[in-house]
Each structure stands twice: as C-alpha cells, then as structure tokens.
C-alpha cells in the first residue's frame, strides 16, 4: 500500500494523526489570512505562538485561537490531564491551510452606481482556516 504525502491526506486522517482545528467563515479575507498563515507554517508552536501574539493584524488574532484550539485538541487526544504551555515546545505546526468561505453580496447602489463607474456590490469576504499540529519526532515529510 502506498502512503500518501502528509499534505494529501484527508480530513479524516488529518484528524487522527494529530492536534486537528478549523475555523470555517472567519470573516477575514483569505489574502489577509494567506499572510498570517506563511508567517507560522512549519515553526514551532511556541515560536509561531509568540509571533502571533505581537502581530498587529486581526488575522494574528484569530490564528492564534485557532492555534491554541488545535493543541488542545492534541492534548485531550493523546495527554489528557496536562498542561497547555508544558506542551508548547515539543508541538511543531504540520499544515496551515486557508481556503475561501462563502462571500456576502452587499448591493450598495447609492454609494456610486455601476452606470458611473461603481461596483454596486460590496463583497464580504471570509475564510476557513485549518491547523494541524504534530509532535516534533512525528512530523511527516512530504508537505
């Protein structure tokens, strides 16, 4: 049986192999996400943790509840009863992935009216944000 690369895996495996979180409709677009997650894919959890917390983006924001979300879940998986920050070092971040959510339509035609050159709709855009952590020996190749 071939394995498949870690990336390629489905949601399902994702979840059994380790600390597995997801956000679905943050209201953030996806640019400003896609930033934020390149910022911490492939650190530490305690390094990626840090940066976050001193990044003056909403983005850093809700990555980093996400973050905390995921290596609880590692936690109650495989170390129930321990502490978070005591798990912190020996965690790496495994996927970071930011897909587009479902965009609300916002017709604005008093603003400027698309026969003058305007849009007349607002789109508000969102985001789903996955993480995966993994220990560090752990950690599989192929991402």
């Given at each position: 049986m071939r394995t498949k690369p870690f990336g390629q895996l489905t949601k399902k495996e994702w979840k059994a192999a380790g600390g597995y979180s997801s956000l679905r409709r943050a209201r953030i677009s996806p640019k400003k996400m896609k930033l934020i997650a390149d910022l911490i894919k492939g650190l530490n959890v305690q390094e990626a943790d840090y940066i976050l917390q001193f990044t003056p983006k909403k983005g850093a924001r809700i990555m980093r509840k996400v973050l905390r979300a995921a290596v609880a879940s590692y936690r109650d998986k495989f170390v129930p009863g321990s502490d978070l920050d005591a798990l912190y070092p020996h965690l790496r971040i495994a996927i970071v992935k930011v897909d587009r959510g479902p965009m609300w339509k916002i017709p604005k035609p008093a603003v400027k009216p698309a026969r003058?050159?305007?849009?007349?709709?607002?789109?508000?855009?969102?985001?789903?944000?996955t993480v995966v952590v993994l220990p560090e020996n752990k950690r599989k190749e192929g991402n």
């Open positions: 003058f050159g305007g849009n007349g709709i607002f789109r508000r855009r969102t985001s789903h944000i």
